[in-house]
């Protein structure tokens, strides 16, 4: 009697007709080690284990108790997982019923749920902290995040701004000066707020005439923001408070009374990490006011997924309201003019076709970035008074690149632009005829240029893989760019190269990868290898400089990062092609990658990780699934992993323009057949894998990365560790503090140390 047969028939004769993808594939598992004995045993003998089984089995569906724990105390299981019961929850799909048994998991608060994260945490650094090299690189780590860092200046009024961290502060402070010559004085320091650095500084804006300073709060890293209001001459805050904010910024009027913001409504305390946004409206706070004055300036109450974006032009004259679906890059543009009394807000663009960025205005004349009819962007102007589409005006056209920004500097268009995946900035006039390339020293990612239309010069960063941000102050009349603030990190860049290799997808797709390593890297198929990838909501993945990263090639590993479809590096076209029922192309451009790497000789699978966060988390989790002989390692951190269930929290309900949405039968087929929680199969050898979360983590509710780790334990057969670390006090990775930083990077590097066999240097 095979292994396969007894499985089968037993779940079949159980469950009667009830579907196969209903039957809880963990309770088959559970019981797959009493089947392995029935090999040796007569036909009688069996028939007697089967029935011990069948009753097993019932006990464990209806009596909501389990054999998991058996499971992972058999011999060939080193480590014993925390026991995660399973519950009789089972959903139906379409005709499909689908189990959820971890479904209890998706409360963090409760006791069960709580009980469960103490003795996975307990397990996962009981085993981190028994890895030799740990200590040794938190140290490095440590040593290498203590440098100056400085954020990219700003001018507003007659003042100067700008963010610097010491080295090893846990959030970076805010300073402010009348003149680039003057000794800066503290604005803000978060560091003062919490003594753990889990308070942290979520947004800002400062006032026309540089007096004022709007600031928004985050604690422990959720999406939630508390905005105050600081006198930036005495830098004492004034009594203003304004609460419940949510993906916004602010924007002052040009009068210094106030400011516009936009926010949901007060959700309940003790689910408001979980609880659904819907309803977003805009609203103006006036200094000196409590919250409950505020004026409410747009809402649609007929539309629960609208939220709105309200920015004040640079001439003060209109409020430009930007209207977004989720995460869907089509808005719409509405406006209000600012300079008339009760004036109606007007429906510029009303329909969800393309993507608008407003870049600024000459009276009526409106200027926008846009990829209607062009995927890769382009500059139009709209009359405001001809606002037809018979009348609008192409001002730059599409390139050959991607363009990402435009600013307007000097009464020229500063435009951004990707070259695959690498920075390009182009100067154009007001009727679109070119001037100029600024020029960089090398590949890299530039980011800035920003100042109001008539300033002669901006500041700007450029960075690398081994080059650390550097800032810039660019002349735009005389081309002129000179080093502002250059940071000194203690490594030396010249041992390291930089290269961008193409290769080809599953379906010939041509992809490009930057990889990273020290000079000198023998090809002999042996290298510990970093592949870390994202492939989603247009976002595109430039070289960048991370301390963390360093660490990783001072070891002798290689660090690789493809432009995944899904990603914006060539477009919305590029984009599109790794969404909703095209996502599998995403997974099979990073697993092509893993391929093109070994087949070149770079590692092997053996000594391949895969890495990514978010989006990222999904792409790790689909393809460990997918494809567990290719991978030594996985570090799917804060992922979206239960793709049946992503829009029932927060913010969710936003990413079905990316995904689809599990209620629409085609996009449910597509989304279940690569979910990573529902593709786990039993008694499979899965690559040694750290999940890592957080527990006020309110963007991926923690409840992914949960039932993800609770499943995997379930379903993994081999000797190495699958485990899940938590981190508290944390949200989904924004403000998160340098120490808690430092620690989950030694924590990552030293697992992969241990499990990809990595000799000490």
């Given at each position: ?745 030694a924590d990552v590097w030293a697992f992969l140390v241990k499990v990809l066999a990595i000799a000490e240097s």
């Amino acid at each position: 009697m095979s292994q396969r047969w007894a499985t089968g028939s037993l779940s079949v004769a159980f469950f009667g007709n009830q579907r196969k993808e209903s039957v809880d594939w963990r309770i088959t598992e559970s019981v797959a080690v009493f089947l392995e004995i029935a090999r040796d045993l007569s036909v009688k003998n069996r028939v007697l284990l089967a029935g011990a089984i069948a009753l097993l089995m019932w006990i464990c569906h209806y009596g909501q108790s389990c054999l998991t724990s058996i499971a992972m105390t058999a011999p060939t299981q080193p480590f014993v997982y925390p026991h995660a019961q399973l519950a009789n929850q089972v959903d139906d799909y379409h005709g499909t019923r689908v189990a959820d048994p971890y479904r209890w998991l998706e409360d963090p608060d409760s006791a069960e749920t709580r009980a469960w994260i103490e003795a996975e945490n307990k397990l996962t650094f009981g085993f981190l902290e028994k890895i030799p090299a740990r200590d040794r690189l938190k140290q490095r780590l440590t040593t290498l995040w203590n440098y100056e860092k400085y954020g990219i200046p700003f001018k507003q009024g007659e003042r100067y701004f700008y963010f610097k961290n010491d080295g090893l502060q846990n959030q970076s402070v805010l300073y402010t000066l009348k003149s680039l010559d003057d000794e800066p004085t503290v604005l803000l320091d978060p560091n003062t707020l919490s003594e753990d650095g889990t308070v942290a500084l979520s947004g800002l804006a400062v006032s026309e005439d540089g007096h004022h300073l709007a600031y928004g709060l985050s604690i422990s890293g959720s999406d939630w923001q508390e905005w105050m209001v600081r006198d930036v001459e005495s830098g004492k805050d004034l009594g203003d408070r304004v609460q419940w904010v949510k993906f916004s910024g602010a924007s002052w009027t040009h009068d210094g009374k106030g400011f516009f913001y936009s926010r949901y409504d007060e959700p309940q305390e003790k689910t408001k990490l979980e609880q659904v946004n819907y309803y977003q409206k805009l609203y103006y706070h006036r200094l000196g006011t409590p919250q409950s004055e505020d004026s409410m300036i747009y809402e649609r109450p007929d539309q629960k997924d609208w939220g709105f974006s309200g920015d004040v032009s640079e001439d003060g004259r209109f409020l430009i309201i930007s209207v977004w679906l989720g995460t869907d890059p089509r808005n719409l543009v509405f406006y209000k003019d600012l300079s008339v009394a009760n004036a109606p807000i007007v429906e510029l663009i009303n329909t969800f076709e393309a993507s608008y960025s407003f870049i600024d205005n000459e009276g009526d004349r409106f200027w926008f970035s846009t990829d209607l009819e062009a995927p890769r962007s382009r500059v139009i102007a709209i009359d405001a008074t001809k606002p037809d589409r018979a009348h609008w005006h192409e001002v730059i056209p599409q390139a050959t690149e991607t363009l990402e920004g435009v600013s307007l500097l000097n009464n020229q268009f500063v435009a951004s632009y990707l070259k695959d995946a690498h920075s390009q900035v182009k100067l154009f006039t007001l009727d679109g005829t070119f001037v100029r390339e600024v020029t960089f020293p090398g590949l890299g990612s530039v980011g800035g240029f920003g100042g109001k239309r008539h300033d002669t010069e901006t500041f700007y960063s450029f960075t690398g893989f081994t080059t650390p941000a550097t800032i810039y102050r660019y002349n735009l009349v005389t081309n002129e760019s000179r080093v502002f603030r250059e940071p000194n990190v203690d490594f030396n860049p010249t041992d390291y190269e930089t290269k961008q290799i193409f290769y080809h997808s599953k379906d010939g797709t041509q992809i490009p990868m930057f990889i990273v390593h020290k000079k000198g890297l023998v090809l002999d198929g042996s290298n510990p290898t970093y592949l870390y990838g994202y492939g989603g909501f247009g976002v595109s993945l430039t070289p960048s400089f991370s301390v963390s990263n360093l660490v990783w090639l001072e070891q002798g590993g290689v660090y690789a990062e493809p432009s995944l479809r899904g990603g914006g590096e060539y477009g919305e076209d590029w984009h599109q092609a790794g969404t909703k029922l095209k996502k599998q192309n995403v997974f099979d451009d990073f697993i092509a990658a893993a391929e093109w790497l070994i087949e070149n000789k770079y590692t092997s699978p053996k000594k391949l990780a895969i890495a990514g966060g978010s989006n990222g988390g999904l792409l790790v989790g689909a393809c460990m699934t997918q494809r567990p002989d290719l991978f030594g390692a996985a570090l799917p951190a804060v992922g979206v992993l239960d793709m049946l269930r992503f829009h029932k929290f927060t913010i969710g309900w936003a990413w079905t323009s990316e995904y689809g949405t599990p209620e629409n039968t085609d996009e449910f087929k597509a989304l279940y057949a690569y979910s990573p929680l529902h593709n786990l199969k039993p008694r499979t050898a899965y690559p040694a894998t750290l999940i890592t979360t957080a527990d006020h983590d309110d963007r991926v509710v923690p409840a992914h990365s949960f039932k993800f780790a609770a499943a995997l334990q379930a379903a993994h057969k081999g000797e190495t560790p699958v485990m899940i670390r938590i981190e508290t006090k944390a949200g989904h990775g924004a403000g998160k503090p340098t120490a808690k930083r430092i620690e989950e990077s030694a924590d990552v590097w030293a697992f992969l140390v241990k499990v990809l066999a990595i000799a000490e240097s």
